[in-house]
């Protein structure tokens, strides 16, 4: 069985989290995707990864924030960014029929069916196919989880960070070696 790890960043600003994003022209959209694919194996080895960046329509310019937040800069993303549709369509199409669960450290399924929305396309995915990581290990394994961000569990659980915090493929990194070293331990 295949099971994937997937983490989001999106547009943000300051303060744009506690106001729930509710800001004059404030929305989630999707700036990178990053997935990784895991045999669902004893080591959780490592099948495939995605890593794709998207250009935000309502949104184009980066602010500062997420700039700052995620390392992601306007000339990477004008330079690797492709339509939310066409990043939509290489999504599905990577999970393929063999990912039988997708975990992401919340639930990133709504933010990708919000962006179907804002960029007028249905949601392709069905949504019994995602779980959240966090939800699922504070609620089973470890409590303190509950408030830690995918970047932060490397410090959390005393493991060398794998790349740049918030950044969706190496948050992914995180998520999988959370999952292997307590998957070790018998509790995942």
């Known amino acids: 069985m295949v099971i994937a790890v997937m983490d989001l960043e999106w547009t943000a600003w300051e303060g744009s989290h506690a106001r729930n994003w509710s800001g004059p022209d404030e929305e989630r959209e999707i700036i990178q995707i990053g997935v990784l694919k895991l045999e669902n194996n004893a080591d959780l080895t490592q099948l495939d990864s995605f890593d794709v960046m998207v ?10 924030y997420i700039i700052d937040f995620t390392g992601i800069t306007q000339a990477r993303l004008d330079g690797e960014g492709i339509r939310f549709s066409d990043a939509l369509k290489r999504l599905v199409a990577f999970l393929g029929n063999d990912t039988k669960i997708v975990y992401s450290w919340g639930t990133d399924f709504k933010v990708i069916r919000e962006n179907c929305q804002l960029n007028d396309c249905s949601f392709p995915l069905d949504e019994a196919l995602f779980s959240n990581a966090r939800e699922l290990l504070s609620r089973t394994v470890d409590s303190a989880l ?43």
């Open 55 to 64: 250009k935000p329509r309502i949104n184009p310019e980066l602010s500062d």
């Open 146 to 188: 509950a408030d830690v961000y995918s970047s932060g569990l490397p410090k959390a659980l005393g493991f060398p960070p794998p790349g740049t915090a918030h950044q969706g493929i190496d948050d992914c990194y995180c998520i999988a070696e959370t999952f292997r070293i307590f998957r070790k331990q018998g509790k995942f």
